[in-house]
């Protein structure tokens, strides 16, 4: 029988546990954004943003690992601010890939503020 290789640690860190409020706030916004409007849209794109960026963080991590060209940091971003911070949060914590580069993390974190924002005008309006 062959060896196990050793399960990677994914460690619940701050961070993870920030990100994991977020999801859980933005949820709620989405929710009652649902309630008034009747709309899956905004849902829908959000999850589908958020996994093509999940997707992107894994592809990232392969060409780092291989040693190869790899896909642009501005580009994450992009997919982030586009709405796909949450695909961001679940790959870096699933990957555990681009979680030390601190320039990298006070963008991303940036545009987590910046969305948290934008989701708390959305839940207050309206009524």
Known sequence: MAPRTPRRKRPLTLSTAAGLISILCSAFCLFRLYLRTGS???LIY???ISGVTFL???YDKMQARNL???VKETTLHMLELAGGWPGALVGQH???HKTRKTGFMVVFWGIVVGWQGFWWVVASAGG
């Open 40 to 42: 899956l849209l905004p």
């Open 46 to 48: 959000t999850c589908l």
């Open 56 to 58: 992107f963080y894994g």
């Open 68 to 70: 190869e060209w790899r």
């Open 94 to 96: 699933y990957f555990q």
